[in-house]
Nanobody, 117 residues
């Protein structure tokens, strides 16, 4: 079992920045594909950004150029730097780790991001 713990959410004004972090509780982190997703009430969870074990990244079109995902394998952490935030990006943000060697994926508990108008 892997526990993922997010931090860094909060309230920010439109145009502001936040940095989310997620720490994993076990090793093997280096081989995992890591991602950030977000969800608003009544909607499906959507991919925001993802980074593979090799460092390749992909982003939702809506966040390209504003968000940056990064990982620190030595610390078993993945981060999401969010700039120029918009009110419609208010959501619960979740960390995700996919361990292909285990054939399993894990989710964090989520962290609330609120962007005020």
């Amino acid at each position: 079992q892997v526990q993922l713990v997010e931090s860094g959410g909060g309230l920010v004004q439109t145009g502001g920045s936040l940095r989310l972090s997620c720490a994993a509780s076990r090793g093997g982190f280096r081989s995992a594909t890591l991602g950030w997703y977000r969800q608003t009430p009544g909607n499906q969870r959507e991919l925001v950004a993802r980074i593979t074990s090799g460092g390749s990244t992909n982003y939702a079109d809506s966040v390209k150029g504003r968000f940056t995902v990064s990982r620190d394998n030595a610390k078993s952490t993945v981060s999401l730097q969010m700039n120029s935030l918009k009110p419609q990006e208010t959501a619960v943000y979740y960390c995700n780790a996919q361990y292909s060697s285990m054939g399993r994926e894990f989710w964090g508990q989520g962290t609330q991001v609120t962007v005020s108008k």
